[in-house]
Each structure stands twice: as structure tokens, then as C-alpha cells.
């Protein structure tokens, strides 16, 4: 995005250079010009201000991340901490963090950190679809009978 539209970059490059010697009240090539370059150093303080604003999100997220993270490892050790009290391992029951599904790679590896996927704690364990095989023996711990091959007889063998 620019920040002067097409349209009055137009008007601009006609004032600029087919009506140069023109004069409307208090409007002529040279007014327009310093109008026009207010604006782009307009533009350039909030493309700054975007760019600072984008490093601090960014940093933010970072801290954020290495919070939960510590908050997460927390919660776990007062968990262990508080099985013999019921009263606090009720509370702490109570805490749903998010959770990252995936760890960041440690600073000192020289890699940078990326950006981790958050999902819910309380989100239920994924179960295998579909129905488990039935058993033709009826014990469910008996190996599968072997499938036989069409067009070979039994006492082929």
C-alpha cells in the first residue's frame, strides 16, 4: 500500500509537469509537492511504528510461551506435591492450562524458537475407529485362523 493513491499521484505528476507555471489560489506544483512529501514522512512514521509494534508482539508471544511453559511444569510438580491433601489436589484439578504440542528447540542448539501450537488439556484421548476383529474360535486371545487362497483346495496341501 502506498501513501499517496494513484489518482492524486496523478494530479500530482500533471502539477509536476504540464500545469508547473499554474496557479489555483494556494495551490500550484510546489505546495502540492510539500503536501504530498508531508504525507510520505507521514507514512514512513507508521510503517516504523508497525515494524516496533510487530517486534514487541513478537517478543511478547516469546514470553508468553516460556510462562506457560513454566506455569505448565508448576502445576504438574504441585500436583505430585499435593497428593496427600485433597483440598488442594481439588483445586489444582480445577486449573485447565493449555498445553503446547510441541516442545521449542533449547536456545543453545543455535536454533531459533518457533511458534508452538496451543490446544486444551481437557481435550479427551483419541480412541482407535472402527470395530475390533471378531475371533471365529470365540477366545479373543487365539491367533487368527490363516485366510485361505480361492481356487486351492484343502487337500492340495
Not at 494513484?6 to 495551490?27: E, K
Amino acid at each position: 500500500m502506498t501513501a499517496i493513491p494513484p489518482p492524486v499521484q496523478t494530479v500530482l505528476d500533471l502539477f509536476s509537469a504540464d500545469l508547473a507555471d499554474v496557479r489555483f489560489g494556494d495551490l500550484d506544483a510546489p505546495a502540492l509537492a510539500r503536501t504530498a512529501a508531508d504525507v510520505q514522512s507521514a507514512s514512513d512514521v507508521v510503517v516504523a511504528a508497525q515494524l516496533a509494534l510487530d517486534v514487541a508482539r513478537a517478543a511478547l508471544h516469546e514470553r508468553q510461551e516460556t510462562l506457560l511453559q513454566q506455569a505448565q511444569r508448576a502445576l504438574a510438580y504441585a500436583r505430585v506435591y499435593a497428593e496427600a491433601d485433597l483440598a488442594l489436589t481439588t483445586r489444582l484439578d480445577a486449573i485447565t492450562l493449555p498445553r503446547a504440542s510441541r516442545r521449542p528447540r533449547s536456545e543453545t542448539s543455535g536454533a531459533s524458537s518457533e511458534s508452538l501450537v496451543l490446544t486444551s488439556e481437557a481435550e479427551p484421548a483419541r480412541r482407535p475407529r472402527g470395530r475390533p476383529r471378531k475371533s471365529s474360535t470365540g477366545n479373543p486371545n487365539a491367533p487368527a485362523p490363516e485366510p485361505m487362497l480361492e481356487g486351492l483346495a484343502q487337500s492340495a496341501e
